[in-house]
C-alpha cells in the first residue's frame, strides 16, 4: 500500500460512524427517547455497529507503523505488516465475538437491564488489562519485531499493567466522554436540522481521533516493555 493511501486508513473509522449514524436515522432512532430506547437492538443499528467495530480496528494497520517508523520514513506497507495485521484482527474478531455471545446468552437466560449493565462495565475492565497484556505482540505484529509472542508480551507488560491500564484510560476517557456527550445532544435535537447533522459530523471525527487513542497506548506499552528491560524497541530512534 503506497503511502498516500496509508494516511486515509485513520478516515475509514470516520466514515464507518457516519453511515451508522445515518441508518439510525432512517429507522427513526433519533426521533424520540422512546424510539431510542426502542431501536438500540435493532439488526441494522447492530450490522453498521458491527462494521464500525471492524473499521476501528483497522488502526491497529497505520497507528503502529507510524509511530515506530512514520517521523522518519513512510514507504510501502509490507506483506509482514499486512500478515502480521491479520493476525491481530483475527484476535480482535475472536475477543468481540466472544463479547457478544455472552451477552446473547444472557438475554436469553433473562437477565435484567442491571445484570447486563454491570456484565458490560466488567467485561470492558477485563478487556482493558488484556489490550495491555496483548498490546506488546500486537505492535510487535504489525511492525515486524520477531521476538514477542503472544506469551512473551504478556509477560513483558504484566510488570506495568497498572502503568499501561493508567495510560489507557487518560488517553481514551476525555474524547470517550466528548462521544457520549454528542450522543446525547444528537437524541435531543430531534433528529432533524443542521444542527442534528452538525453534531453527527462531530461525532464521527471524534470517533476517528478516538479510534487512534485507543491504538496508540499499546505502542508505549511495547516500548517501555523493552526499554525497562535495557533493550531497544523495534523502530526506536
Avoid at 170 to 181: D, F, G, Q, R
Wanted: with cysteine; net charge positive.
Amino acid at each position: 500500500m503506497a503511502a498516500p493511501l496509508f494516511f486515509l486508513i485513520p478516515v475509514i473509522p470516520v466514515i464507518a460512524e457516519f453511515v451508522q449514524h445515518v441508518a439510525e436515522h432512517n429507522i427513526g432512532m433519533y426521533a424520540s427517547l422512546e424510539a431510542a430506547a426502542a431501536m438500540e437492538n435493532h439488526p441494522v443499528r447492530m450490522g453498521f455497529g458491527y462494521f464500525k467495530a471492524f473499521a476501528m480496528t483497522c488502526s491497529w494497520l497505520w497507528v503502529p507503523l507510524y509511530l515506530a517508523a512514520g517521523r522518519r520514513r513512510m514507504g510501502l506497507i509490507s506483506g509482514s505488516s499486512l500478515r502480521g495485521f491479520a493476525k491481530v484482527l483475527a484476535f480482535s474478531v475472536a475477543i468481540f465475538a466472544m463479547t457478544i455471545v455472552i451477552g446473547i446468552l444472557m438475554r436469553r437466560q433473562g437477565a435484567d437491564a442491571t445484570a447486563i449493565l454491570s456484565a458490560t462495565i466488567a467485561s470492558l475492565l477485563v478487556g482493558m488489562v488484556i489490550e495491555v497484556l496483548v498490546g506488546p505482540w500486537k505492535i510487535a505484529a504489525v511492525i515486524g519485531d520477531q521476538r514477542v509472542s503472544l506469551a512473551r508480551s504478556i509477560s513483558l507488560a504484566a510488570p506495568i499493567l497498572p502503568w499501561g491500564f493508567a495510560l489507557g484510560l487518560l488517553a481514551t476517557l476525555p474524547m470517550m466522554a466528548v462521544h457520549y456527550v454528542l450522543g446525547a445532544m444528537m437524541l435531543f435535537s430531534g433528529g432533524e436540522g443542521a444542527a442534528f447533522w452538525g453534531l453527527v459530523v462531530a461525532d464521527s471525527i471524534v470517533v476517528g481521533v478516538l479510534t487512534t487513542l485507543i491504538t496508540a497506548p499499546a505502542y508505549y506499552i511495547y516500548r517501555r516493555a523493552w526499554t525497562r528491560r535495557g533493550e531497544a524497541p523495534e523502530g526506536a530512534p
